[in-house]
């Protein structure tokens, strides 16, 4: 089965460093390409990290982040022209937004001219949902129903909301069964390195029942992707874990067809 992984991180830092050992891998780009090939994994998207630096390998696409440095770096006219320089590159698939950690609601207005571009350039805006990582952050500005709000003003774009909006499960799939503009990807619904998939599945099956009902309860099979998050999991222990989750008639949509129609990608 072909994968594109549709939601990663990837930049060089010692915590990416750290992150990737701990998940028994290597933060490198090289040790990516050869765990792909091992696993079959056509392509992956990077979700931006903060900065604008588009230099990624071949078989990674990018979504521009569109988070508080970015906003800090010039007029609003100025950004959305830099926003649209990057729409343009087939490297560019979709903006990310980060309303928790930037402490600004999605409807705001100053995001509005951006979800108007990516109407026009048929790309996505990608939206980080549920928890997050640090104390910093604030919840209320990255509950999954401020996406139905924006979804809602914007028919024309498509938004994605990252992590299933874990932990609000039954919240993401309201919004994903009433907004067909509306995606989502499955991506760091586990952290913490390698662990063993029987004991987790033992130790936590609430959850794992939790994941599978509100998966499945709004039947929007062709708008839910494969994501890990990676540097988070181990890449083969987490595709193993979202294809318990997955009706099997359904795999080939989720972990692969979807993503590649959403992303518009040529893979």
Same mark, same amino acid.
């Given at each position: 089965?072909? =994968?594109?992984?549709?939601?990663?991180? #990837?930049? /060089?830092? /010692?915590?990416?460093?750290?992150?990737?050992?701990?998940?028994?891998?290597? &933060?490198?780009?090289?040790?990516?390409? /050869?765990? +792909? *090939?091992?696993?079959?994994?056509?392509?992956?998207?990077?979700?931006? &990290?903060?900065?604008?630096?588009? $230099? !990624?390998?071949? !078989?990674? *696409?990018?979504?521009?982040?569109?988070?508080?440095?970015? #906003? &800090?770096?010039? *007029?609003?006219?100025? @950004?959305?022209?830099?926003?649209?320089?990057?729409?343009?590159?087939?490297?560019?698939?979709?903006?990310?937004?980060?309303?928790?950690?930037?402490?600004?609601?999605?409807?705001?207005?100053?995001?509005?001219? +951006?979800?108007?571009?990516?109407?026009?350039?048929?790309?996505?805006?990608?939206?980080?949902?549920?928890?997050?990582?640090?104390?910093?952050?604030?919840?209320?500005?990255?509950?999954?129903?401020?996406?139905?709000?924006?979804?809602?003003? +914007?028919?024309?774009?498509? #938004?994605?909301?990252?992590?299933?909006?874990? %932990?609000?499960?039954?919240d993401t799939a309201a919004v994903l069964e009433k907004d067909p503009n509306v995606c989502a990807d499955l991506s760091g619904l586990l952290?913490?390195?390698?662990?063993?998939?029987?004991?987790? @599945?033992?130790?936590? $099956?609430?959850?794992?029942? @939790? $994941?599978?009902?509100?998966?499945?309860?709004p039947c929007a099979y062709d708008r839910i992707m494969y994501g890990t998050d990676w540097p988070l999991v181990n890449m083969a222990q987490?595709?193993? !874990? =979202?294809?318990?989750?997955? %009706? *099997?008639?359904? @795999? &080939?949509?989720? +972990?692969?067809?979807?993503?590649? /129609? =959403?992303?518009?990608?040529?893979?």
């Open positions: 089965m072909k =994968i594109i992984d549709a939601h990663i991180h #990837f930049k /060089k830092s /010692k915590g990416f460093d750290t992150l990737a050992l701990n998940a028994g891998h290597e &933060n490198s780009a090289g040790h990516l390409e /050869k765990v +792909f *090939s091992d696993m079959g994994i056509a392509h992956a998207v990077v979700m931006g &990290n903060g900065t604008e630096d588009s $230099l !990624f390998p071949p !078989f990674m *696409s990018y979504c521009l982040g569109l988070g508080s440095e970015f #906003f &800090n770096s010039g *007029s609003p006219e100025a @950004l959305l022209q830099k926003a649209e320089e990057h729409l343009r590159k087939p490297q560019c698939v979709g903006f990310k937004l980060y309303p928790g950690y930037d402490r600004h609601y999605i409807t705001e207005e100053r995001y509005h001219p +951006f979800y108007a571009l990516a109407s026009d350039y048929k790309k996505p805006v990608a939206v980080h949902c549920g928890a997050t990582a640090g104390h910093r952050a604030l919840l209320k500005y990255c509950h999954p129903l401020t996406v139905d709000e924006a979804a809602v003003d +914007f028919p024309n774009t498509t #938004f994605v909301i990252c992590h299933y909006g874990n %932990p609000w499960l039954n952290d913490g390195g390698l662990f063993d998939i029987g004991d987790y @599945l033992d130790r936590n $099956l609430g959850y794992v029942e @939790l $994941l599978k009902t509100w998966i499945n309860y987490y595709a193993d !874990f =979202i294809a318990r989750l997955i %009706p *099997s008639c359904h @795999l &080939n949509e989720v +972990f692969f067809q979807n993503a590649a /129609k =959403i992303y518009s990608l040529n893979v």
